[in-house]
């Protein structure tokens, strides 16, 4: 029995020194099998979610109808709100997607951008939503006007060219706080390269008190193979028509023109049609 007992703890020191300790429940066959099982489970979990995840990535890229083209103007505000002249500039919403022009410095009540912004505009978005803001230097933008915008039948049942001031509201109350002039169009012809980008959500200003949150356009970059449009108004023949075009409508700004015979792809006869239609 001794002897038993002695070979015994000398396996156990042979087993020992060279394979090291067993882990605790080595020999616990239950513990085992319920640890492997949950492995497959997290396993199985984990790839149903990534199946899911791919499932769902078409639908991260909100679909579109056409492309909207904005032209903001200008505008007429009933109050310069500070001590100097007011820097204003517009933030505009077309669905998820936010845009922002240039700041007109010292514009005060009569700020001018004449920017064309252009965008896809998702399936039933027939509003657009304007806010003018006031451009500081050592505190947050001062939101002086707003405004829900309805993007006019016409432009997209007909594909016409609409030019309108459109009333804000603002500081002043409901509707009174002026006017900004706008020119829309819409095309249902997009490019190909014009693939709308991924958007993710990131802290924008406050307004009523609320945090709101704005997309980022993601950057991706263009195909190499494929060639960016060109500008019709920078086209050759585009000055000489422009300048026929401004002297049937003197009374009309030229930036005016120049955005409504750039949405209509450089063509005269329609861009004449379309300042016509306008003029009515």
């Not at 409508?249 to 209509?264: C, G, L, R, T």
Request: aromatic content about 8%.
């Amino acid at each position: 029995m001794e002897t038993e007992t002695r070979s015994d703890l000398y396996e156990e020191w042979k087993r020992r020194a060279f394979l090291g300790p067993l882990p605790q429940g080595f020999l616990r066959l239950e513990e085992r099998n319920a640890q492997q099982q949950q492995e497959a489970a997290d396993q199985q979990a984990a790839l149903a979610l990534h199946q899911l995840q791919m499932q769902n990535m078409p639908a991260m890229h909100e679909a579109h109808v056409g492309r909207l083209s904005v032209t903001i103007v200008q505008a007429r505000l009933v109050k310069n709100y500070g001590m100097t002249r007011m820097d204003p500039y517009v933030r505009l919403r077309v669905g998820h997607a936010v845009y922002e022009t240039h700041t007109c410095s010292n514009g005060a009540r009569n700020p001018h951008w004449n920017k064309v912004i252009q965008s896809y505009l998702p399936p039933g978005v027939t509003q657009i939503y304007v806010e003018i803001y006031d451009e500081c230097s050592f505190v947050m933008d001062e939101l002086i006007a707003w405004g829900h915008i309805e993007i006019p039948p016409q432009v997209l049942q007909k594909g016409e060219t609409h030019e309108d001031w459109y009333i804000l509201s603002g500081k002043q109350g409901e509707n009174q706080e002026g006017m900004i002039n706008l020119v829309f169009s819409y095309t249902t012809k997009c490019h190909p390269y014009m693939s709308a980008p991924p958007v993710m959500m990131v802290p924008s200003s406050t307004m009523f008190g609320m945090t709101q949150y704005a997309p980022v356009n993601v950057y991706t970059a263009p195909p190499t193979a494929v060639v960016p449009p060109v500008v019709p108004s920078t086209l050759p023949n585009a000055e000489v028509e422009l300048k026929q075009i401004s002297e049937m409508f003197p009374n009309m700004d030229k930036d005016v023109i120049k955005s409504v015979y750039d949405a209509n792809h450089g063509k005269k006869d329609i861009t004449i049609n379309s300042l016509l239609q306008m003029c009515e």
